[in-house]
């Protein structure tokens, strides 16, 4: 580079003057946009600044802060509480946690109160939106997919507001899938061991003279915008639905399970699990092991030299019910009715559906129905006032939307209306997948982004990949220690404070030993550290790693320094203060000390928001 802009006799100078990477990388940065390395090489200058300290005073008095943030500082904020990290991750312009503006991201479309798939944007074009007051009012209506790391589904985030985050280096990450996303080596990404950032998931990014990157080996699977499935089906250990994994399927196939025992271990029907066995080439598997016993006389009839008595009948009738007969297919009539009662009932309607007054027929036979609907040991289970004939069609309409018909069909067989229950099928949500780690390319510098969310999801899918910002959650670690610093405007309760904080630290310790941790699969310990932090307060000590440009650093140090400020954080970003003013005196040689009553102290540039 030095060649290309004939900027030697500069570089030589300007390491012995000012040996410090990030004031010379900055400085390096502004010199090539006019090529101020010395006088003739641009026929517009006339003269140049020979030392760095003049020529980077120059640029904060004017303001042009934009070449500020070619380089970045990492802190590492050890034992802060949880009001401190929330109060820091407000401040994302500027840091680490960026994505480029050709990212897509997907927002949730609405028609007539109900979802009407996704529609895809691009970061910069939502960006651009936020120039206009028209444009942040559309903001405010995008609704994002977002993962609710409770229920482990996507759901709808609000966007609070979209920024620019400068130029910065970006990676591109590919997946197993073919998907791809471009982002900083700082951003989070939600993972099978949960956030990590990009260059966490790697072990490491190194990019060589030539512009490629290297990395290690990745340490867990990236969760992607997923698929469709039912709310109750059961996650393992590696991230996958466990209706879906083959391994899975075929240890409980070889350990002698049913359709419907494997269904129920999954939180899913016996027919999902046929289907994905068949799918998963495992549909043979269990007669090729002879775990299920199959008829020996299949194919041949037999002919009775007597007729059956009632008492015969009824007790094959018993020997062959539910699972035990041959045409089971999983239940698809959980309970039955007396053929008495029935028989009563369509007699009582006319033998014709009280919705539609058809007859049965032969592709459409009928049907009765629970107008208050079946549980076990309910007593209107079998009361002739809540049972009624329908249809299979008109039937099919009315089961799961009871409680909108309960009125109607109280009304057609005579009985008084009364509150009733649905009987709903099991709600299909999307759920996240996770996929392996292809690999990762250098893109070199480009414009970046960031999109703020407001609570309670903190994050968003980008590129179909779910990102979030970057701190330690006590929904994946649980707290060996449980610190929590003293406000100096509490000291004169001091004695009460730390009384309740051991009753909390006492009353969570016992929780905790309730469990066999040892026993537990990653995915079981994941809900219960997250479960049991809910009683930890907000002033818990917890660990951080923030990223951000020399532009956005000054302006939060401006910030959080000042009087108004919380006093941790300002206790804080004072340290931080001293440290930048220390290892870096040109940049913020302009800030100023000022001590405020309590101690702590307020940093005051002389070129505020450059």
Same mark, same amino acid.
């Given at each position: 580079?030095?060649?290309?802009?004939?900027?030697?006799?500069?570089?030589?100078?300007?390491?012995?003057?000012?040996?410090?990477?990030?004031?010379?990388?900055?400085?390096?940065?502004?010199?090539?946009?006019?090529?101020?390395?010395?006088?003739?090489?641009?026929?517009?200058?006339?003269?140049?600044?020979?030392?760095?300290?003049?020529?980077?005073?120059?640029?904060?008095?004017?303001?042009?802060?934009?070449?500020?943030?070619?380089?970045?500082?990492?802190?590492?904020?050890?034992?802060?509480?949880?009001?401190?990290?929330?109060?820091?991750?407000?401040?994302?312009?500027?840091?680490?946690?960026?994505?480029?503006?050709?990212?897509?991201?997907?927002?949730?479309?609405?028609?007539?109160?109900?979802?009407?798939?996704?529609?895809?944007?691009?970061?910069?074009?939502?960006?651009?939106?936020?120039?206009?007051?028209?444009?942040?009012?559309?903001?405010?209506?995008?609704?994002?997919?977002?993962?609710?790391?409770?229920?482990?589904?996507?759901?709808?985030?609000?966007?609070?507001?979209?920024?620019?985050?400068?130029?910065?280096?970006?990676?591109?990450?590919?997946?197993?899938?073919?998907?791809?996303?471009?982002?900083?080596?700082?951003?989070?990404?939600?993972?099978?061991?949960?956030?990590?950032?990009?260059?966490?998931?790697?072990?490491?990014?190194?990019?060589?003279?030539?512009?490629?990157?290297?990395?290690?080996?990745?340490?867990?699977?990236?969760?992607?915008?997923?698929?469709?499935?039912?709310?109750?089906?059961?996650?393992?250990?590696?991230?996958?639905?466990?209706?879906?994994?083959?391994?899975?399927?075929?240890?409980?196939?070889?350990?002698?399970?049913?359709?419907?025992?494997?269904?129920?271990?999954? @939180?899913?029907?016996? =027919?999902? +699990?046929?289907?994905? &066995? !068949? %799918?998963?080439? /495992?549909?043979?598997?269990?007669?090729?092991? $002879?775990?299920?016993?199959?008829?020996?006389?299949?194919?041949?009839?037999?002919?009775?030299?007597?007729?059956?008595?009632?008492?015969?009948?009824?007790?094959?009738?018993?020997?062959?019910?539910?699972?035990?007969?041959?045409?089971?297919?999983? @239940?698809?009539?959980? =309970?039955? +009715?007396?053929?008495? &009662? !029935? %028989?009563?009932? /369509?007699?009582?309607?006319?033998?014709?559906? $009280?919705?539609?007054?058809?007859?049965?027929?032969?592709?459409?036979?009928?049907?009765?129905?629970?107008?208050?609907?079946?549980?076990?040991?309910?007593?209107?289970?079998?009361?002739?006032?809540?049972?009624?004939?329908?249809?299979?069609?008109?039937?099919?309409?009315?089961?799961?939307?009871?409680?909108?018909?309960?009125?109607?069909?109280?009304?057609?067989?005579?009985?008084?209306? $009364?509150?009733?229950?649905?009987?709903?099928?099991?709600?299909?949500?999307?759920?996240?997948?996770?996929?392996?780690?292809?690999?990762?390319?250098?893109?070199?510098?480009?414009?970046?982004?960031?999109?703020?969310?407001?609570?309670?999801?903190?994050?968003?899918?980008?590129?179909?990949?779910?990102?979030?910002?970057?701190?330690?959650?006590?929904?994946?670690?649980?707290?060996?220690?449980?610190?929590?610093?003293?406000?100096?405007?509490?000291?004169?309760?001091?004695?009460?404070?730390?009384?309740?904080?051991?009753?909390?630290?006492?009353?969570?310790?016992?929780?905790?030993?309730?469990?066999?941790?040892?026993?537990?699969?990653?995915?079981?310990?994941?809900?219960?550290?997250?479960?049991?932090?809910?009683?930890?307060?907000?002033?818990?000590?917890?660990?951080?790693?923030?990223?951000?440009?020399?532009?956005?650093?000054?302006?939060?140090?401006?910030?959080?320094?000042?009087?108004?400020?919380?006093?941790?954080?300002?206790?804080?970003?004072?340290?931080?203060?001293?440290?930048?003013?220390?290892?870096?005196?040109?940049?913020?040689?302009?800030?100023?000390?000022?001590?405020?009553?309590?101690?702590?102290?307020?940093?005051?540039?002389?070129?505020?928001?450059?």
């Amino acid at each position: 580079m030095a060649e290309v802009y004939g900027a030697q006799d500069w570089l030589k100078q300007s390491r012995q003057l000012q040996p410090n990477d990030s004031e010379f990388l900055i400085e390096l940065a502004g010199r090539s946009c006019y090529r101020s390395f010395g006088v003739g090489l641009n026929p517009n200058v006339t003269k140049v600044r020979d030392n760095p300290r003049d020529y980077l005073q120059n640029v904060l008095e004017k303001g042009d802060g934009s070449i500020l943030e070619h380089a970045t500082v990492t802190f590492a904020f050890l034992n802060v509480s949880r009001v401190f990290t929330h109060e820091i991750v407000r401040h994302r312009a500027g840091t680490a946690m960026c994505l480029p503006g050709e990212t897509l991201i997907a927002s949730v479309r609405n028609s007539n109160g109900r979802p009407n798939g996704t529609k895809k944007r691009r970061l910069d074009y939502l960006f651009n939106l936020s120039k206009t007051p028209h444009g942040r009012s559309r903001i405010k209506l995008l609704r994002l997919r977002a993962l609710d790391q409770n229920k482990q589904t996507f759901a709808c985030g609000r966007v609070s507001k979209i920024v620019n985050s400068g130029m910065k280096a970006v990676c591109e990450l590919e997946l197993a899938d073919g998907s791809k996303c471009k982002m900083t080596k700082d951003h989070v990404l939600y993972t099978t061991h949960g956030w990590l950032r990009l260059e966490d998931l790697v072990g490491f990014i190194k990019v060589g003279e030539s512009g490629i990157a290297f990395h290690g080996a990745p340490v867990a699977k990236v969760a992607v915008n997923g698929y469709v499935a039912p709310e109750t089906a059961v996650t393992i250990p590696d991230g996958t639905l466990a209706y879906r994994n083959r391994e899975w399927l075929e240890q409980k196939v070889r350990a002698g399970l049913t359709y419907n025992e494997i269904g129920h271990a999954a @939180g899913v029907s016996g =027919h999902t +699990i046929k289907s994905w &066995l !068949r %799918k998963s080439g /495992l549909n043979g598997l269990s007669k090729s092991l $002879k775990l299920y016993g199959r008829p020996g006389n299949k194919g041949m009839y037999y002919r009775l030299r007597h007729s059956r008595t009632e008492h015969e009948r009824r007790a094959i009738s018993n020997r062959m019910r539910g699972p035990r007969n041959h045409r089971w297919r999983g @239940g698809i009539t959980p =309970h039955s +009715i007396i053929p008495e &009662l !029935r %028989k009563n009932i /369509l007699v009582r309607d006319l033998y014709r559906c $009280k919705m539609c007054d058809k007859s049965s027929q032969r592709h459409m036979p009928l049907h009765i129905h629970h107008i208050d609907s079946y549980r076990p040991d309910k007593a209107s289970n079998d009361d002739p006032t809540n049972l009624i004939t329908l249809c299979s069609t008109c039937h099919g309409e009315v089961t799961g939307f009871e409680a909108q018909y309960a009125e109607s069909l109280y009304s057609l067989v005579g009985a008084k209306p $009364k509150v009733v229950d649905s009987t709903k099928k099991p709600k299909r949500v999307l759920k996240p997948k996770f996929v392996d780690v292809r690999g990762i390319r250098y893109c070199g510098i480009q414009e970046t982004y960031d999109i703020f969310m407001e609570p309670p999801l903190h994050n968003f899918l980008a590129n179909g990949l779910v990102v979030h910002n970057s701190q330690e959650s006590l929904r994946y670690v649980r707290p060996r220690e449980i610190d929590i610093w003293l406000p100096p405007d509490l000291k004169t309760v001091s004695e009460e404070f730390e009384g309740t904080i051991e009753v909390i630290k006492t009353r969570y310790r016992d929780l905790e030993s309730k469990f066999d941790w040892d026993k537990m699969s990653f995915e079981q310990k994941k809900r219960i550290t997250s479960a049991l932090r809910r009683i930890l307060p907000d002033g818990l000590a917890t660990n951080i790693i923030w990223t951000a440009n020399h532009r956005t650093l000054r302006w939060v140090i401006e910030m959080r320094t000042d009087p108004s400020a919380e006093v941790e954080i300002r206790m804080v970003f004072g340290k931080v203060a001293e440290i930048c003013m220390k290892d870096y005196p040109i940049l913020y040689s302009d800030f100023t000390p000022k001590q405020l009553p309590d101690g702590t102290f307020q940093y005051v540039p002389k070129f505020s928001k450059v």
